[in-house]
């Protein structure tokens, strides 16, 4: 596999993964369109840089902002690290089917 299709792939993993994480603040009890959420994003930057503020305090934008946005970058930001001790622990053992049973991990965790 040459050097230009690993960047093409890693690059199409990452859109995918924004564009799922985009489409999941949609999702919920309370049905968000996407251009919605753009709205409420632009407005949040309007007010940031200075223009007028768009920060609306509707019951979409309360939801949007209070609950699931940090819901989806806790989500976001814990699949990260979860991938990232993966890694690092088939780094340490130089094998790629390396489980966290081998040194323990999961036994810390459950002690914890």
């Known amino acids: 596999?040459?050097?230009?299709?690993k960047s093409l792939r890693v690059a199409v993993l990452a859109a995918g993964a924004i564009a799922i994480?985009?489409?999941?603040?949609?999702?919920g009890r309370f049905a968000i369109s996407p251009?919605?959420?753009?709205?409420?994003?632009?407005?949040?930057?309007?007010?940031?840089f200075g223009g007028a503020p768009g920060i609306s305090e509707s019951?979409?934008?309360?939801?949007l902002w209070?609950?699931?946005?940090?819901?989806?970058?806790l989500a976001f930001f814990?699949?990260?690290?979860?991938?990232?001790?993966?890694a690092s622990l088939q780094g340490v053992f130089r094998n790629p089917l390396v489980d966290p049973h081998i040194i323990g991990v999961t036994a810390g965790a459950a002690f914890g």
């Open 66 to 73: 209070e609950v699931r946005l940090p819901r989806v970058l």
């Open 21 to 27: 994480a985009f489409l999941s603040l949609g999702v």
């Open 35 to 48: 251009g919605e959420i753009l709205n409420a994003a632009l407005g949040v930057l309007s007010g940031i």
């Open 59 to 63: 019951a979409q934008s309360r939801i």
């Open 78 to 86: 814990a699949g990260g690290g979860l991938a990232l001790a993966g």
């Open 1 to 5: 596999m040459t050097r230009s299709s």
